[in-house]
């Protein structure tokens, strides 16, 4: 049965940057309600309501997983690991986005999916590429034209996709006998860790546990046989799932991992309950941090307009009453203001200057690779603040 555990209020769609706030463009943004709930039967963590993908998956799609030199890294990484470790002829990305897991194969071995049409127009170019949501229709077009998969990879995307049962029914669909699905996403026992109930946004439909996926696979034929904990976005798993009838062994770092969950309690409610009420806790401490800042005439500005900010400025109603601006890298969130809070966006170079006293750290996944690139900053006495483990100045 599913229970609500944890109420995030009021949301916008997180990559809904908006390009006005004219009194037309602010009527037609879109809100939801943001709950989370807990399936004691198979448990699953998941959004209430799911907000419907055509919304959020268009052409105007903003995240571009290349912005990131640790994630340019990891995506290299990984596909190496993965390459020698299963030696696929024939490689397939659910939610490809801009290439960046996939550049690191031979062109002619590779095949993405990506419904976001301009991050598909990327793409295309260099290797065949859908331009279509993943579902069973789908894994049947590419069959035409294409042999079983070996390997199909997926990276913070099918905890994106509302319908499970479609999702996993079309990679039995298209996974040769002996093929490996490797799924990741944030890590549900890192998040109850470190308190990011920011990793709550629209977009994460679901936030996975060993236990939970598990337990989900079983219902489609499928098996979950490996698992590895990756530092990515402030902790994910990386999950190996084959047919039933595959080759693959448990691995002794599964069933640790399932015995480590149990112990934290992912399997029982009151856990959850115990962290909607650290989550409060930190709503409320953010709040007085920014307002005491304030106070002394502190320019604070937030770094990083991420998906995640949007759900904490939402949820604590932070905006303009405590940030000057909001500073982001990437081009087409420039100029432009964060989806409900409305906060402008600018670049870097003009917005990250003398003049800051203070910055939220909005992109906290990426903290190293910032305070590195930061060092002028905090030598002239600039201040982080976060929210991550816990409200505090950097
Ligand atoms: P993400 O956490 O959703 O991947 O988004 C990270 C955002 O942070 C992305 O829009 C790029 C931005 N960013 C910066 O503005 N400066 C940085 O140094 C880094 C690492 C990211």
């Given at each position: ?96 986005n801009d290439g960046v897991f996939l550049k690191n194969f031979k062109k002619n071995k590779v095949i993405a999916v990506e419904p976001c049409k301009n991050l598909a127009n990327l793409t295309r170019k ?183 900010s949007t759900t904490v400025f939402n949820y604590c109603k932070i905006g303009t009453n405590f940030f000057h601006y909001v500073t982001d890298t990437t081009k087409n969130k420039q100029g432009k203001f ?57």
């Open positions: 049965m599913k229970k609500i555990f944890l109420n995030l209020g009021k949301q916008p769609i997180a990559n809904s940057f908006l390009s006005s706030i004219s009194k037309n463009s602010l009527q037609k943004e879109y809100f939801y309600k943001l709950k989370v709930c807990f399936d004691t039967e198979n448990f699953l963590v998941s959004v209430k309501d799911p907000v419907n993908p055509k919304i959020q998956y268009t052409d105007e799609y903003a995240h571009r997983a290349s912005e990131s030199e640790t994630m340019r890294n990891a995506f290299k990484l990984t596909a190496k690991k993965l390459h020698e470790r299963f030696k696929p002829k024939k490689v397939m990305e659910i939610g490809s260099k290797f065949k590429t859908y331009p279509s949501f993943w579902d069973k229709k789908l894994s049947n077009k590419i069959l035409i034209k294409n042999s079983k998969i070996d390997l199909v990879f997926s990276s913070n995307t099918i905890s994106h996709i509302p319908n499970l049962k479609e999702t996993f029914e079309a990679v039995y669909n298209i996974l040769s006998d002996n093929g490996v699905l490797v799924i990741e996403d944030p890590s549900l026992s890192s998040i109850l860790k470190i308190n990011s109930y920011d990793q709550f946004y629209d977009e994460h439909v679901y936030v996975f546990s060993a236990l939970s996926i598990e337990s989900i696979v079983k219902k489609y034929n499928l098996k979950l046989f490996d698992i590895e904990k990756i530092n990515n976005h402030g902790g994910s798993l990386r999950y190996y799932i084959c047919k039933n009838k595959g080759n693959y062994k448990s691995t002794a770092r599964l069933k640790k991992i399932l015995s480590e969950e149990k112990t934290q309690g992912l399997n029982n409610l009151k856990t959850f309950k115990n962290f909607a009420k650290r989550v409060h806790k930190s709503k409320q401490q953010l709040i007085a941090l920014l307002k005491k800042l304030k106070q002394k005439n502190k320019k604070i500005i937030s770094y990083g307009a991420t998906y995640k964060t989806p409900g809070m409305h906060i402008p966006i600018l670049p870097p170079e003009i917005g990250f200057n003398e003049s800051v006293d203070i910055a939220y750290l909005g992109a906290w996944n990426f903290k190293k690779e910032i305070m590195k690139k930061e060092k002028e900053f905090r030598k002239r006495g600039g201040k982080f603040i976060t929210h991550v483990p816990k409200v505090k100045i950097i």
